[in-house]
């Protein structure tokens, strides 16, 4: 996205339906998380079709609750197609391994760049990611709250063997001793996962999950978006800008 469509968002952030909301995504790899957060709240990050064309790219999309994917992995497969790098990174060697790693530490910057101009805008979010490391994650929570935001979690769930079997059906496999590994992190985490979003914890079961189960957690999103923002700063923040617009 360019910065012109960067400025637009934030212009319009006052009247944005996810204003002052983010929601953390979290589940191991394989769990389908970011399928699983497009079908609950129609939201999605830009992807690419591994393809020898750099034009088959998927845009990202805004759903009708106005929340902006913030997603490094977009980044990452863009890098790697640029690169020409194939897709299954089990077949990596050690050279590439760590060009893959040096594609992805450059992604994680400019996502990180891209978030905060929607932070400054005070976009609605979803921040993807493996919420393996609960301590890490109550600091952005805490950043996030100290401008005016309420914070939640889609926590998407799937048994170790559905978790491996979708990684096996994926063009950009991961080991499967990752699998495993983020797996059993995020099932050791979830009681205090859970205990850091009192009142905004969704939880999807994502084994093969149906349109019922993804129709009942886009209700319960609704639900948590119908709510106004609870915090004083967010409350200032709106006050002063509808005030500065109806001078203009």
Do not use: C
């Not at 012109?4 to 953390?24: M, R």
């Not at 064309?53 to 009708?64: A, C, E, H, Q, V």
């Not at 590439?96 to 760049?113: A, D, L, N």
């Amino acid at each position: 996205m360019r910065y012109e469509e960067f400025k637009q968002t934030i212009i319009e952030g006052v009247y944005d339906p996810g204003i002052f909301k983010a929601f953390f995504l979290a589940g191991g790899a394989g769990s389908g998380k970011s399928y699983s957060a497009e079908k609950a709240t129609g939201s999605a990050a830009g992807k690419f079709e591994w393809h020898d064309s750099m034009k088959k790219i998927k845009p990202g999309k805004t759903g009708p609750y106005g929340l902006k994917v913030v997603n490094s992995d977009e980044q990452l497969e863009f890098g790697l197609m640029k690169a020409k790098m194939h897709s299954d990174m089990t077949k990596y060697s050690d050279a590439e391994t760590m060009e893959k790693e040096r594609i992805r530490e450059k992604g994680k910057k400019i996502t990180k760049k891209r978030e905060q101009m929607w932070i400054n805008g005070r976009l609605g979010l979803i921040i993807d990611g493996t919420a393996k490391n609960p301590n890490k994650l109550s600091i952005q929570i805490k950043d996030l709250q100290n401008v005016g935001y309420d914070t939640y979690m889609i926590f998407v769930n799937t048994s170790l063997d559905i978790a491996l079997q979708q990684n096996a059906g994926r063009k950009r496999r991961l080991k499967d001793e990752v699998i495993r590994l983020t797996w059993e992190e995020v099932q050791a985490n979830k009681q205090q996962l859970s205990n850091l979003f009192p009142g905004g914890f969704v939880e999807i079961i994502n084994n093969r999950a149906g349109e019922d189960v993804f129709r009942k957690s886009f209700v319960e999103i609704g639900k948590i978006m119908k709510r106004p923002p609870t915090s004083p700063i967010a409350k200032a923040w709106i006050a002063h800008e509808l005030e500065s617009k109806d001078r203009t």
